[in-house]
């Protein structure tokens, strides 16, 4: 029973080929690469929009099967609650310093 291969396993077998392949090793690198592409282009979506990062980070925290897209989705969702604060502090230093000059002109 422990010999046996799962399941996932056979399929992809099936479906990819043997693990010695090189053009099978250049498909799962092209596969890795894509991912790694998309981790990056969602780390700073969610930094420059904070709301899509706690969106985002939060669905795939909780509906994601893979170990690795839920590990995604808690970058999103810290990313796009340390920006979250960025912003609020951003707007707050503005309002402070238009307040400033305002009761300066008066």
Do not use: H
Request: proline share 4%.
């Amino acid at each position: 029973m422990a010999n046996e291969i799962p399941e996932i396993e056979k399929k992809a077998a099936f479906l990819f080929g043997e693990a010695g392949d090189p053009v099978v090793e250049q498909f799962r690198g092209l596969v890795e690469l894509t991912r790694w592409g998309l981790v990056f282009m969602l780390a700073v979506y969610s930094l420059f929009v904070p709301l899509f990062g706690l969106i985002f980070g939060i669905i795939l925290m909780k509906a994601a099967v893979v170990p690795k897209n839920k590990g995604l989705g808690k970058l999103c969702l810290i990313l796009g609650i340390i920006s979250l604060v960025l912003w609020c502090l951003y707007v707050l230093i503005w309002i402070v310093a238009f307040g400033g000059l305002l009761s300066s002109l008066s």
